[in-house]
């Protein structure tokens, strides 16, 4: 029998991502151990008080199903939460809860996208993001922001790329894989330019909101922006913050219509998030939140541990971050260069199978996030695996000779 696949999974690609993980994970079981920073979750655990409410949550026989948006409770947690952190105010009705941030945007972007809809997404983007939409029928629009602007969106580059079709503004801050977080002034900046824009929403993609560095404080595009909050569309969730990417739970909050549309999407398709879950969340986001600064700061120092050493290398350039887990060194110095095998390094994507191959070390290249060539690291890993990762870069870069 012949499976006919659906128009619209023509224009999704296979994951650069997974392919990478399949080559890295033969790699290592062909018995050579591999040091892994193509990691999107945090090398913590999740903490005992939310594992303690979810057991608490089963035997107490919350297994049932629960309302589409997701609980009451959960959602309240949720609205306190981003009066006490954000001073925003939301209601009941303009939250709700799915099986993960991306889920969130899934729901989103079905609830809104007709053939031919534009949704602008800066590159380097999350990898997720244009085949997300072309599932959704819409068509990405790429901007290329490059490192001279720390790779954050220009409000010249917002205007030149808007056009009467354009749906949705992809906004992610702290960003995988750049950690570059936009400043309130250049939030205020892009504001202006929507303000003449009213059929352009945004999605503030801010799973990352917790992990900023050097006492950097967070400001969502609302925040200098008040104005937007018809059209803005804030996405985030437990799973960074908490350490809980296996437990899929993002929340959104937005405009009541906006997010009731989301919940007949969800309605017809997960129903939704796991109610283990979302009992769990509710501990996590009213609990403790000490260690959330404690995990911030290891994950400032670690990112030093990578620009000190990756800033030694003459042919990488590095540029320091602002949150997030991850780097994204520039490699084109590299790129043209022949290894000791003769091969010739052509590509960001050659980098990295010759960085895995040869010095077992796996990195993310940049093609797979829309602006080459670059890499990204996460460091989702121990100092003592960061240095020695590095220092297995550096060693393999200097064995590289020219090619003419
Ligand atoms: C920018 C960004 N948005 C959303 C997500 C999805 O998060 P979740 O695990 O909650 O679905 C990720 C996960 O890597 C991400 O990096």
Redesign the pocket.
Same mark, same amino acid.
């Given at each position: 029998m012949i499976i006919i696949p659906a128009d619209r999974l023509g224009a999704v690609q296979p994951s650069m991502i997974l392919g990478l993980v399949q080559k890295a994970r033969a790699v290592a079981a062909d018995g050579h151990p591999i040091i892994d920073l193509g990691i999107?979750?945090p090398d913590f655990t999740t903490p005992d008080h939310i594992k303690a409410a979810a057991i608490a949550a089963i035997h107490d026989d919350q297994t049932r199903y629960t309302v589409v948006p997701g609980t009451p409770e959960l959602r309240s947690a949720i609205a306190r939460k981003f009066i006490r952190e954000n001073s925003l105010s939301y209601s009941a009705d303009q939250i709700t809860v799915a099986?993960? *941030? %991306?889920?969130? &945007?899934f729901n989103a972007l079905m609830a809104t996208l007709s053939k031919g809809d534009e949704v602008i997404i800066p590159a380097p983007y999350?990898s /997720?993001y244009p085949d997300m939409v072309a599932v959704a029928d819409g068509t990405p629009v790429i901007v290329d922001c490059p490192q001279s602007q720390m790779f954050l969106i220009s409000p010249e580059q917002l205007q030149a790329a808007i056009t009467p079709r354009t749906r949705w503004l992809m906004l992610?801050s702290p960003?995988?894989p750049t950690g570059g977080v936009y400043t309130s002034e250049q939030l205020e900046a892009l504001a202006r330019v929507l303000r003449d824009h009213p059929q352009v929403m945004i999605m503030s993609?801010d &799973?990352?909101e917790h992990l900023m560095f050097d006492g950097r404080k967070f400001t969502y595009i609302l925040n200098v922006a008040p104005d937007l909050v018809d059209r803005v569309l804030i996405?985030n969730?437990? /799973? %960074?913050v908490f350490a809980m990417?296996g437990w899929?739970?993002?929340y959104g909050a937005g405009p009541k219509a906006l997010i009731a549309q989301m919940n007949t999407v969800q309605g017809q398709s997960s129903t939704h998030a796991c109610s283990i879950s979302q009992a769990a969340s509710i501990a996590a986001i009213d609990g403790p939140t000490d260690f959330i600064a404690e995990r911030a700061a290891s994950f400032q120092a670690r990112r030093d541990v990578v620009v000190t050493a990756l800033g030694a290398v003459p042919e990488l350039s590095v540029l320091s971050t602002e949150g *997030?887990f991850y780097l994204y060194p520039n490699c084109a110095g590299l790129i043209g260069k022949r290894t000791s095998e003769g091969l010739v390094l052509s590509t960001d994507a050659d980098v990295c199978t010759w960085l895995l191959e040869r010095q077992r070390v796996s990195v993310v290249p940049g093609v797979a996030f829309g602006l080459s060539p670059y890499f990204k690291i996460s460091t989702a890993a121990s100092k003592a695996q960061l240095s020695e990762a590095c220092g297995r870069i550096a060693t393999a870069v200097a064995t590289l000779e020219p090619t003419q």
């Open positions: 999107d979750e099986g993960g *941030a %991306k889920q969130v &945007i999350w /997720s992610n960003s995988n993609d &799973i990352y996405v969730g437990v /799973s %960074k990417t899929r739970l993002g *997030a």
